[in-house]
Structure formats: structure tokens, C-alpha cells
């Protein structure tokens, strides 16, 4: 049985050979091989976004900073989305806890 990160893989060759559609069935099949492989939410609320499913690109980047908190990049990519769905308020509050995130990763 293949591995999240082996799906995930999978998914993002799909994704960069154009077949957005069989990359997310795969990064389906990523995240319930192990929930809490960030790399697949990652790649997954990407592709959402590209094909313009805003809510559920949003809900796997929520996923990305609820499994690593301290993932800078997660809020700025979740702010992203919040900001093309037009939730201003949520995607500043997204984009300053990154900020609050990064400063204190650059003070240890």
C-alpha cells in the first residue's frame, strides 16, 4: 500500500502533467492514508484555490495551521484564500498571526 507522502508525490506529478482533477482524487487518498500529513493539505488547498473551490481550499489550509501552528506559510496561504473569498477581517487575522509566528521563530 502506497505511503501519504508516496500519494502525495503522485498527486503533485498529476498536478504538474495538468490533470488537476486525478491530483486532488490522490491527495484524497493521501490524507486518509495518514490525516495529519501536512504536505498533502499544502498541495491540496493549491490546487483548490486554482480551480476556484475557495471553501475547500480554505478548509485544508485551516488543517495546515492546525497540525503545525507554527507554520508561517500556512497563514500567509490561508490568508490568501480568505482575502479571494472576500473575508477581509479573517484573512488580517490569519496574516498576523503568521507575522506574530515568524517573529518568534526569528527570536530563538
Wanted: glycine share 6%; proline share 2%.
Amino acid at each position: 500500500m502506497a505511503t501519504a507522502q508516496d500519494l502525495t508525490n503522485q498527486g503533485f506529478d498529476l498536478f504538474a502533467q495538468g490533470n488537476v482533477d486525478e491530483a486532488i482524487k490522490t491527495l484524497k487518498q493521501a490524507i486518509e492514508a495518514d490525516p495529519d500529513y501536512i504536505e498533502a493539505y499544502r498541495n491540496i488547498a493549491m490546487m483548490y484555490g486554482q480551480k476556484g473551490m475557495l471553501d475547500e481550499a480554505v478548509e485544508a489550509a485551516r488543517k495546515v495551521v492546525e497540525i503545525d501552528p507554527d507554520d508561517t506559510l500556512g497563514y500567509v496561504s490561508l490568508s490568501m484564500l480568505l482575502q479571494r473569498q472576500g473575508k477581509i477581517a479573517e484573512a488580517e487575522e490569519a496574516k498576523a498571526i503568521g507575522m506574530t509566528v515568524q517573529m518568534r521563530s526569528h527570536r530563538r
